[in-house]
């Protein structure tokens, strides 16, 4: 069993910037990947980034790609969402969420991934 916690969340100004921190435990050689999703009030989840466990591959759904950065730090079984250049309509539920297992394809769809963590509240005012 894999569990994720998410923090780093707020409530900031358009243009400013945050880090968000997903926390992983359990056994680190089934995360595949972990990724970042976003879920707005009346909207589905939605793909944000990705980002490999042991390779150095990274995904960005095209809007937020050149204003956020996805890393990781194995050691500290940690993965990183940094945001830049926030807009309001970055203002959503933040998610980030394991990939257990070698699946066929990026890791950019809900059904890729098996762990969720339970959300970090993001808030970005005009």
């Known amino acids: 069993q894999v569990q994720l916690v998410e923090s780093g969340g707020g409530l900031v100004q358009a243009g400013d910037s945050l880090r968000l921190s997903c926390v992983a435990s359990g056994r680190t050689f089934s995360y595949n990947a972990m990724g970042w999703f976003r879920q707005a009030p009346g909207n589905e989840r939605e793909f944000v980034a990705a980002i490999s466990w042991r390779g150095d591959s990274t995904y960005y759904a095209d809007t937020v790609k050149g204003r956020f950065t996805v890393s990781r730090d194995n050691a500290k079984n940690t993965v990183y969402l940094q945001m830049n250049k926030l807009k309001t309509e970055d203002t959503a539920v933040y998610y980030c969420?394991?990939?257990?297992?070698?699946?066929?394809?990026?890791?950019?769809?809900?059904?890729?991934?098996?762990?969720w963590g339970q959300g970090t509240q993001v808030t970005v005012s005009s």
């Open positions: 969420a394991v990939r257990a297992t070698v699946r066929l394809g990026a890791p950019t769809g809900i059904a890729q991934y098996d762990y």
